[in-house]
Each structure stands twice: as C-alpha cells, then as structure tokens.
C-alpha cells in the first residue's frame, strides 16, 4: 500500500539544538502538508505546499520554523533552534487534485523538547 | 475566518449505542466538510466526506450529513463497537476552496464492552 514515510518516529533533544523532520508523500500527490498536534491546539497547519512551491505557511513560526521541499520525493521541517513549547507531534499528510479531497497522513514525529 | 467547532470529548459508550458527535463550521460559500479518525499511536485516516449540501457521507456503518442552513456535519453511527475507541476530527476545506483542511479540535470516542 503505498503510504507516507515520515522519520525519525521519535526525536528527543535539547533546547537550543536544531531538529530536522523528514517526510517522503505518496508518488504522484503534488501537494503537501505539515500539521502540528497538541492537547492543548488540537491540529494546527504549520505550511501546505502544491507542486512544490509553498501556498501558505502562516501558521509557522517564521523565526525558528523552515519549511522546504528540494523535490518531490521529500518535504522537510526544521526547527532551529528548538525550545521546550516545540514539543508535539508533527504530522505530514499528501494529497492530489485542486480540492485535496483525501489526505494522507503519515504516522508522525514525537518531538520532546527537554 | 474559517473554522469548526466539535463537540467537548472524551465521549464514553457502552458497545452498541447509538453515537452523535456534532460538528459545525463556519465559512461561506460550499466548502467540502469531512470525518477523519485518528487511531492511537498512528496518523489521521479519512472516515468520510461530502461536498455539496444534502449530501450524505458514509464509510464503516458512520454517516454523516451536509446541512447548509445549520453549517453542521454530525458523525453518527446506529451501534459503536470497541474498535471504534479513537479520536474523530471534523475537517472543512473552508471558503476559498484551495485544498488547504481545516481541522476541528477532535473528539475522543471511548467504546466500552
């Protein structure tokens, strides 16, 4: 079944240090999402690409949030540098077509700031 | 701006109760609306969707109604199993229709036997 790959699975760190978070979308789906989950937020949009260009990233915080992808295989989120509020799970999903009409998600990254 | 408003979890049901969580949005014109469900430890999974008013939505025994006038989608289902224990998102793609989802809060659905 095809599905997306995020990686690490789990990611604990220190504050101050740069986090990089990887995400490979399902072959063919031309747009991209990075989603951040917490108890407190619930989901949150953090940037949406389509065919690789970014269409939004306002959610994001512009300082210390990066949001690229080099090509279409790969999408990456960084941090740098990382602080103890960063901590969640971020999430990736892919999806085709104008309207997305079903996202793929993958299994996300615990990110455990210390 | 866009959003969606879920109803406060955690629910908690015995196994073959009748289940309700309400959803409404808030945005114009006619955005698609959508059920997600989160099982634990994974990433979110599409349940069902509709994209014009009066549609219906179904998948899994769940079913879900496009209601313009009241902007709501209630996920319902007859009988809940303890498989159905996860956490349900309500989702709209909001007025400018550019694919961009916007999530609700989620609601936590606890099935016990």
């Known amino acids: 079944d095809a599905r997306v790959t995020q990686t690490p699975r789990h990611k604990v760190t220190e504050m101050g240090q740069e986090v990089t978070m990887r995400c490979q979308p399902i072959l063919g789906h031309n747009t991209v999402f990075w989603y951040r989950q917490t108890m407190m937020q619930g989901l949150e949009l953090l940037a949406y690409f389509r065919n690789r260009a970014p269409l939004d990233d306002s959610g994001m915080p512009k300082d210390r949030f990066s949001a690229e992808m080099p090509d279409a295989t790969l999408a990456t989120l960084k941090i740098q540098p990382s602080e103890p509020r960063d901590s969640a799970v971020y999430f990736c999903a892919s999806g085709f077509g104008q309207l997305n009409e079903k996202l793929f998600f993958g299994s996300g990254t615990q990110l455990s700031v210390l | 701006g866009d959003s969606v408003t879920q109803m406060e979890g955690p629910v908690t049901l015995s196994e073959e109760a009748f289940l309700t969580i309400n959803c409404t949005y808030t945005?114009?014109?006619?955005?698609?609306l959508f059920w997600y469900v989160q099982y634990p430890g994974e990433g979110l999974q599409l349940l069902l969707k509709a994209t014009k008013a009066d549609d219906k939505g179904s998948n899994k025994g769940f079913e879900a109604t496009y209601r313009k006038e009241t902007t709501s989608f209630h996920l319902e289902k007859g009988s809940v199993q303890v498989s159905d224990s996860a956490v349900y998102f309500c989702a709209t793609t909001g007025s400018s229709n550019t694919g961009k989802l916007i999530f609700g809060q989620g609601t936590t659905l606890q099935v016990k036997p």
């Open positions: 945005a114009t014109g006619y955005p698609s």
